[in-house]
Every structure is written in structure tokens, then in C-alpha cells.
């Protein structure tokens, strides 16, 4: 019965909007930022790299304090100010006429988008039916893959046709539509489990999702070679648009988050999140072996497969093992550890690239995979094994 509870409801197909809006307005900076610095401000190399991972850094520092009120103050005050937070700040760039003006800019964008990021999560979280969980955060997860999909190509667009001026107003406008998506968002925040307690390091970090943590951690941690440094591969092995690795990938997660999400609901994560490890360990294995398009395309597919089952399925689990009133906590200790993997994985494997190439740096990946599949068996599989074990 459970199974047939309504998942499409209006909460949940606005949340899911907000979150389209407001990852399609931090898409649209993503791949147009390094040329405002480089091309504007004069900024080097090492600039661009300094004022790009300020964002990600803020937001695993603020991550912790934004579940934390969730929690104690509530899902939609903190998501308000949250939103009108980071379209100032988008507004804001406008204006920046220096480097260190832009740095600091991207360190308070850095803050809302911590803040609005992981309350977006957390609502969907709450409107999502219990035993479709797994579905409906996989649906979710969407929204994020249709703004990577659409935006940095969307936010190219507009500044080769109309210049940064016009790209940052655009960028404020569609994280205005956020907030006002998010206005028409009305539900009962659960209050099961709410106690007074004082203030401790568990108010801002869930202790029961380390291990999910853990392995969405050393995820992140490849996946930031494929942020950092797929570009410079796809120009090494002469493809000229290396963007498409983004597209054929973002095709891939449309596809496979549903599957992914359903088969958990279903049959729980033990028999679905070895196929994701093996396809991500895969999709490294290709970059290493590919000199042309094929196996760079189906390196992305193989990427898309991977991460679109891994991801969501360690969303759900997270999730299913907290109290409704820890579900900010949760969400804020998971997205930390994952921005904290890719800030990592993008300069640990910049320096092994720098030392052994990319091809055997992206091959170094494949075997990193080994780490979170691990912990997977060893925390999260023998959880699920005694569940099943109980119940039978």
C-alpha cells in the first residue's frame, strides 16, 4: 500500500523545480567563470583555480551549520533567506571590477549555496513518500542532471551572443525564479524525535551517515578528476568539443536515476551498488585506454551508469537511517564530504597527473573506486544483511 503512495505531488514538483532553477543558475557560472577572470580580471592559472574552489571550500565549512538549523529552526526560513542569499550574490558579480573583490564574492556565494543546496535536499527528503524514497530522490537528483546538462551550454550561449553583463543578469533571474518557486511550498515538518538538547558536535553532524559519508567522499574525490581535468584529456586525444563527455553523461543519469532509484525501493542497495562501483572503476579504465571519441563516449556512459546508481542509492540510505528531525544533519554531513572529495580529488590528482600523466592518473582512479566499495561491505552491507536476517 505504502508503494502506492503519490510521489508527484505539488510539494515535490516544486522543490524538484527550485532545485532545477537553482543548479541552472550555478551551471551557468561553472565552465563561464575562468574566462571572466582570465579574459577580464587577467587572472593565471592559479587565480582561477584559488577563486573556483572558494565556493566548494565555504560550502563544506557551512554545510554542517545549515543541517543544523534545518533541524532546530526550520526547512523553509532557512531555504528563504538561503535563496534570495545566493541570488544577491549572483546579481553581485556584476560589479566585480578585481580579483579580490571576485574572491570574496565567491566566498559568501559559497555560503548561500551551501545553505540553499542542502535545504533543497532536505525538503525533498521530508515531501518524498517513505517506501519511495529511493525513486523519488532519484527523480530529484534529475533536476541537478537537466541544469548540468542545459546550463554551462545555455550560459556559453548568451556570453558569446550578448557578454557577461547579460550572462550574470541571467544567472540572478533564474535564482530569483528559485525563490519563488520555493514560496509555494507548504507541508508539516515531521517533529517526531524533537528534544531539547544543548549544542554539540552532533547538532551539525550526523554520526549515523559516516560511513555513507566516507564513501561518498573518495566518489567525489575521482569525480573531481573528471571536473579538473576531462577537458585537457579530450584535447589531448583531438576531440574538439570535449563538453560532450557532460552531455552523453548528464543523457545517461536521466535514464539510469529512475532504475536506480526503483530497484532500491524494491531490493535495497546490496545487489544494485556493486554494478555503479564496477561502472564507475569502468568508465576510468576507458579514459585510460581511449584515443578517440568511442571510448571517451563510452567512458561517459559508463560514468553516467556508475554515478546515477551510486549516488541516489547512498542518498536513500543516508536518509532511511536518521530520524525525520536529523534529516538536515544528514544532508549536510553527506554534501560536505562529497564537496570536500572533489576540492581534494582536484588537487591530489592534478599532482599525480602533473607527475605520471592523465591517462595513468585516471587510471590511479579506477583503482581508487576499491576505497568506497569496501567501506560499502564492510559498514552499509552488513547493516542491510542483519536488517534482512531480523525481519526473516
Known sequence: MNGKEPLWTKNFMLICLTNLLLFGSFYFLLPTLPVFIAEVLKGDESKIGLIIGALSLTAVLVRPLAGFLLDAVGR???????LISFALAMGAYNFVNSLVLLFLLRVLHGIAWGFASTGAGTIAADVVPPARRGEGLGYYGLSNTLAMAVGPSLGFYILNHAGFSSLFIGSFLIAVLAWVSML?????VPTAGRERRGINLESFVEPKVFSVSG????????????ISFITLLGKEIGIANSGSY???????????????????????PLKIMPLGFAAIALSFVLLF????????????IAMGIGF?????????????????LRRGAANGTILSAFDLGIA????????????VGLFYMYLSCSFIVIIPFLLFYLTEANKYRLKINNLN
Open 76 to 82: 523553509k526560513q532557512v531555504l528563504f533567506f538561503a
Open 184 to 188: 509555494g511550498i507548504s507541508y508539516q
Open 215 to 226: 564513501i561518498m567522499f573518495f566518489i567525489a574525490v575521482v569525480y573531481g578528476g573528471i
Open 246 to 268: 557532460f552531455l552523453i553523461y548528464a543523457l545517461v543519469l536521466l535514464f539510469i536515476r529512475p532504475y536506480a532509484g526503483n530497484a532500491f525501493d524494491k531490493k535495497g
Open 289 to 300: 585506454l581511449a584515443r578517440g571519441i568511442l571510448l571517451f563516449a563510452l567512458s561517459a
Open 308 to 324: 546515477g546508481i551510486v549516488q541516489p542509492t547512498a542518498m536513500a540510505m543516508a536518509i532511511n537511517s536518521v530520524a525525520p
Open 344 to 355: 581534494v580529488g582536484s588537487f591530489l590528482l592534478g599532482v599525480l597527473a602533473k607527475k
